[in-house]
């Protein structure tokens, strides 16, 4: 399974990429501090999950959603943001490739269920 973690705060996707080791060591990681080099990277990767932030420079991730679905893609994905917005966990459920909107940082416990589902 390839996941691609998109994330412009490097500590996070530290973090991210850490647990995901601990919990099933088999995965191809993909890390991505700059979300349009990862969006043009997407059709290549073709990952089974992206773990997205929101609040990113250039490209937001309400933006990269937006794109997804203007190319036709359909990757899941979990939003992983540090907003506390009740507006952004709805504005994710709008979204028919968003699994869920997580709060930052991801318990292990959380992202061990995520993969679960996926397997």
Same mark, same amino acid.
């Given at each position: 399974m390839k996941?691609?973690?998109i994330d412009d705060e490097p500590i996070h996707n530290f973090i991210t990429t850490r647990l995901l080791r601990q919990i099933a060591p088999q995965l191809e990681l993909?890390?991505?501090?700059?979300?349009a080099e990862a969006f043009a990277n997407l059709k290549? *990767?073709?990952p089974d999950l992206i773990l997205l932030d929101l609040n990113m420079p250039k490209?937001?991730?309400?933006e990269f959603l937006d794109k997804m679905g203007d190319e036709g893609?359909?990757?899941e994905v979990v939003i992983l943001t540090?907003?506390?917005?009740h507006y952004d966990h709805t504005k994710a459920r709008e979204y028919k490739? *968003?699994?869920e909107c997580v709060e930052k940082p991801i318990k292990k416990e959380k992202l061990q269920a995520i993969i679960n589902h996926l397997q």
């Open positions: 996941i691609q973690i993909l890390e991505f501090i700059d979300p290549t *990767v073709r490209l937001n991730g309400w893609l359909t990757n540090s907003s506390v917005s490739n *968003v699994l």
